[in-house]
């Protein structure tokens, strides 16, 4: 029997919630420690192990059927998928994160227009810029490879970080 569906898994800090949404689903994912093709307990599924940030453009692309990654993801590559269902989960709970703007609480900005002129680190660098753009504002965005908010106020102005 063939495979008839190829996943997109998210590898990385949702990897270990993911096998276990599945478990609760039924189905069985094993993989070794640094393996990036886990072995399924069905032989119609299949599927690998890549990061969260880059799995919507891998599911427009057709190299996977579907995929696991938040909605933040897609929109910031652009990527034209379709929503099949909103799962709540992370990798200590399951509750819904939230991207949030953050500035010190010393500063002086107070609404997104005191941005203007400002330096945002975040790892949403084209949503970021977009939601700035929305509200007029023109500020320099750069990316963030992580522990973004150690960055405030030395580094950047202001964050867009996950909470």
């Keep these: 029997m063939s495979t008839l569906l190829n996943f997109g898994l998210p590898k990385g800090s949702l990897e270990e919630a993911t096998i276990d949404l599945f478990a609760k689903a039924g189905f069985r994912i094993s993989k070794g420690p640094r393996s990036y093709r886990p072995a399924w307990d ?6 690998r192990f890549v990061r969260a940030q880059e799995m919507s453009r891998y599911v427009e692309n057709g190299f996977f059927d579907c995929g696991l990654t938040g909605r933040d993801w897609v929109l910031e590559n652009g990527s034209e998928v379709v929503q099949v269902a909103d799962l709540v989960y992370s990798r200590s709970s399951n509750r819904i994160s939230k991207w949030v703007l953050a500035v010190p609480e010393d500063s002086d900005v107070q609404s997104v ?13 084209n949503f970021t810029r977009g ?3 929305e509200h007029g504002v023109n500020a320099e965005v ?7 908010e150690v960055k405030v106020p030395e ?8 909470t």
């Design 155 to 162: 580094l950047v102005d202001a964050i867009v970080d996950l």
């Design 113 to 125: 227009k005191d941005l203007e002129g400002k330096t945002v680190a975040t790892e949403l660098v």
């Design 142 to 148: 750069e990316f963030s490879w992580g522990a973004t």
């Design 131 to 133: 939601y700035l753009e």
């Design 42 to 47: 069905d032989p119609e599924l299949d599927g």
